[in-house]
Each structure stands twice: as structure tokens, then as C-alpha cells.
């Protein structure tokens, strides 16, 4: 299976099934209770933007020093930087994806009691997201070469977490059902979908840059842990950037000169 196939099947297809049923949800005049249906689009196109520049360097790292590589007899040859062109693609269409699921979802799952605000849960989420950071770090830069591909995602994914903890921790935790939703169900499908890729050797993973900790005997446990990082990313951003809740909290924070805490 070439990459761009893998696309087509597991990628490309699934996203035209959401627009379908995010056509017929508009056609139906399905609401999003506590959320801005009219600026999802906008958001994912945001999400789309931040995905291709936040991870552009990060994997023409990995590739370039081999975490993992592809099959030159499976890809297009065009290439920017270390990285194939259908990776690029792979960033965008994931991103569109886990967008359209999140939006299918807002429209399906209610939020349940009185929305608490709380500083000291944001802080408290801070530390705890800090000290993994520091965890994988340190194990990244000092543990070891099997730690490599782990470690660099946690430390290139927990940092754009941050500020969305201390933004908003407690509105991810308002919305805990609808996030949770999110990101299991795509995490997992997109991990099980990346068995069928290192089956016909689309891609490969560094047994010498890894932990040798393999699901089924083939999937690597970092790539379990990258597709739900990523998940987390995405389905954390769309939550906090299109919560009523949250953009009362962002114009709160914006009459104040943005001092302290939002």
C-alpha cells in the first residue's frame, strides 16, 4: 500500500463521510449547545495552520535521524526537507478529521451540571503536565537512545498543552465527556489504521530508537502515544477555541490588559 492509499483509505475517506453528516446536521439545523457552530471551519482551517508549523521541524528530525523512515518504492518522491510530501498531507488530513469528528460530536453530547470555574485546578494541571515535560526530557536528552522517539514526543507535544491548561484546564474538565470522545475513539483508530501501514513497510519505526514495547507484535507503543497526543492537541484546541465559555473568559482576560491569569 503506497502512502498516498493509506491516505485515501484511512484518511480521505473517513473526512468525506463527516461531510456528509456534517451537511445533514447543518441541513437539520442541529445545534452545538455551548459552542459557536459558525466558526468551525475557521477553527480547523487554525488547527490546520498551527499542525503544519509546529510539526514541520519535528519530523524532518525524526526523519533525518532515522526514528522512522519510509519506503522509497511506496512514496511520490517529493520531498520537503527529510520529510515526504504525503506526511505533509498526513498532518492536514488528520487534523480535518478529528475536527469533523469533535464538531459531529458538540452536537450530540450535552455538558451536565454548573460550569466551576477554578485558578487553582489550572495550576494544579500545570504542575502535573510540567513535571511529565520533565520526565521525558530528561529521558530524552539523557536516558538513552531507546527513549528517543518517546521522549521527543512528549517533549514537542506536552509544551502547546500549557498554555491550554492554564487557559482553560477547567473548561476541558467542564467538557470532559465530549473531549474524552474525541480523542479515544481517533486515537485508537488511527493507531490500529498505523498496523496496516507497518505491515506493507509504508512507513518504519527504529527498533534501536524505541522502547521494543509492541502492540500485536508490530505497533510500537510510541506511535500509540504520538496519535494521542496529537488527538489531545487537536481535540483540546477545538474545545477551548470554540467554547462560549471559553471566549467569555478570553474578552474577560482581554479588558484586563491580559494581566494574571485569563
Not at 57 to 80: C, E, F, H, K, Q
Not at 133 to 148: K, L, P, S, V, Y
Request: hydrophobic share 55%; aromatic share 20%; proline share 4%.
Amino acid at each position: 500500500m503506497t502512502y498516498f492509499q493509506f491516505l485515501g483509505v484511512f484518511l480521505f475517506a473517513p473526512i468525506a463521510v463527516m461531510l456528509i453528516l456534517t451537511w445533514r446536521d447543518a441541513r437539520a439545523g442541529r445545534d452545538m449547545p455551548g459552542f459557536d457552530r459558525h466558526k468551525v471551519a475557521a477553527i480547523i482551517g487554525v488547527h490546520v495552520l498551527l499542525a503544519l508549523l509546529y510539526t514541520t521541524p519535528w519530523d524532518n528530525y525524526l526523519v533525518a535521524t532515522g526514528v522512522w523512515y519510509y519506503n522509497p518504492a511506496l512514496v511520490t518522491g517529493l520531498t520537503l526537507g527529510y520529510v515526504p510530501i504525503e506526511e505533509y498531507t498526513f498532518f492536514v488530513v488528520e487534523t480535518i478529521l478529528t475536527g469533523l469528528w469533535w464538531s459531529f460530536l458538540a452536537r450530540r453530547i450535552r455538558t451536565q451540571g454548573e460550569f466551576r470555574s477554578s485558578a487553582r485546578g489550572r495550576w494544579a494541571a500545570f504542575g502535573v503536565l510540567f513535571a511529565a515535560w520533565a520526565f521525558f526530557t530528561w529521558q530524552f536528552f539523557m536516558a538513552g537512545e531507546q527513549w528517543n522517539y518517546l521522549g521527543i514526543i512528549f517533549f514537542w507535544a506536552l509544551v502547546p498543552i500549557f498554555p491550554q491548561f492554564l487557559f482553560g484546564a477547567d473548561l476541558l474538565w467542564h467538557h470532559r465527556k465530549l473531549v474524552f470522545w474525541t480523542i479515544v475513539p481517533m486515537g485508537t483508530y488511527l493507531s490500529l489504521a498505523d498496523i496496516v501501514a507497518l505491515t506493507d513497510t509504508t512507513w518504519q519505526i527504529s527498533k534501536e530508537q524505541t522502547l521494543g514495547i509492541n502492540f500485536f507484535g508490530i505497533l510500537p507503543v510510541e506511535e500509540v502515544a504520538f496519535f494521542f497526543i496529537t488527538n489531545v492537541l487537536i481535540g483540546f484546541g477545538m474545545t477551548l477555541m470554540l467554547s462560549n465559555l471559553g471566549w467569555e473568559r478570553f474578552n474577560a482576560w482581554k479588558a484586563r490588559g491580559f494581566k494574571g491569569l485569563p
